[in-house]
């Protein structure tokens, strides 16, 4: 029953890199394009805003992989272990580059009066989800570190 636990969490994991991915090659440059084509007047944010994606989806990336080194980690050895507390850290300041990152975008799309309302809520969303993300790597280090010295 845990190998198949495990099975599928890498199998999740892997399927979101591959769509993020995907939508990176093939969404994402025609939608900018096309979103160019429509509003002229924007058309030169074209590809400093696709940079901007590109560079969000980096730290993404390697958040993904930390994520499955520190599945195999637990697979192998404790759950305990002070590589995992790295990973969550690594994880964390991943979705902390993120934030920065959209919340500049955000600001410099709305200085330039550019931020169409379904890509601030778009932008919201990603937001929103990315602080959970840190959160959640925050807390589970906590956790990690607490049972840790209540084990020693």
Not at 4 to 26: A, H, K, Q
Not at 71 to 96: D, M
Not at 128 to 140: D, E, P, Q, R, S
């Amino acid at each position: 029953m845990q190998k198949l636990n495990i099975i599928f969490l890498r199998t999740v994991i892997i399927s979101t890199g591959l769509l993020v991915l995907s939508l990176c090659v093939f969404v994402l440059p025609s939608l900018a394009q096309e979103t160019a084509h429509l509003n002229p007047e924007v058309a030169y944010l074209q590809y400093p805003i696709l940079l901007g994606m590109y560079a969000t989806a980096i730290p993404f990336f390697y958040a993904l992989y930390e994520t499955l080194k520190m599945i195999t980690l637990i697979e192998r050895e404790s759950v305990f272990s002070i590589l995992l507390e790295q990973g969550l850290n690594y994880i964390k300041y991943c979705a902390y580059i993120i934030l920065v990152l959209y919340i500049s975008g955000f600001f410099l799309l709305d200085y330039t009066n550019a931020l169409p309302p379904l890509v601030a809520l778009i932008g919201i969303v990603i937001i929103l989800i990315t602080i959970l993300v840190a959160t959640g790597a925050a807390f589970l280090k906590y956790v990690l570190i607490k049972s840790r010295l209540n084990v020693n």
